[in-house]
C-alpha cells in the first residue's frame, strides 16, 4: 500500500507537468524504482506515463521510455513505435526501440 501511494504521487507529479523539468526528472526516475519493487503498480499508471511521453524534456521522455519496458504495460506499443521513429532526440528514440523489444515488437 506505501508503495502504491508513492507510485501515485510520482505519477501526479508527471501528470501535472510541474515547470521545473528537475521534478519530472526525479518523478520518471522514482517510477524507475517502484517499477522494480512493483511493476504492477506502475502498470496502472500507464495513461500517465504514455502522456509523459511527450514531456518537453528529454531525460524524462527516455527514463519513462525504459520504464514501459520494464513494467511492459498491455498497451501503448503504437505511441512507443511513433516516438521510436518521430522523437528528436536520438537517446529518447533508442530507448523507445529498447522499450519495444522488450515488449515483443
Known amino acids: 500500500m506505501a508503495g502504491d501511494v508513492g507510485v501515485l504521487q ?9 515547470d521545473d523539468p528537475g521534478v519530472r526528472h526525479n518523478a520518471a526516475l522514482a517510477l524507475l524504482a517502484a517499477g522494480r519493487a512493483d511493476p504492477a503498480a506502475v502498470r ?5 506515463l504514455l502522456a509523459a511521453l511527450d514531456d518537453p524534456d528529454h531525460s524524462v521522455r527516455a527514463n519513462v521510455c525504459v520504464l ?8 501503448g506499443r503504437e505511441r512507443l513505435a511513433a516516438v521510436a521513429d518521430g522523437d528528436p532526440d536520438l537517446d529518447v528514440r533508442e530507448k523507445a526501440r529498447w522499450a519495444l523489444g522488450r515488449l515483443g515488437w
Open 10 to 18: 510520482a505519477g501526479w507529479l508527471l501528470d501535472q507537468a510541474d
Open 44 to 48: 496502472a499508471e500507464t495513461d500517465r
Open 68 to 75: 514501459l519496458g520494464n513494467v511492459r504495460p498491455a498497451t
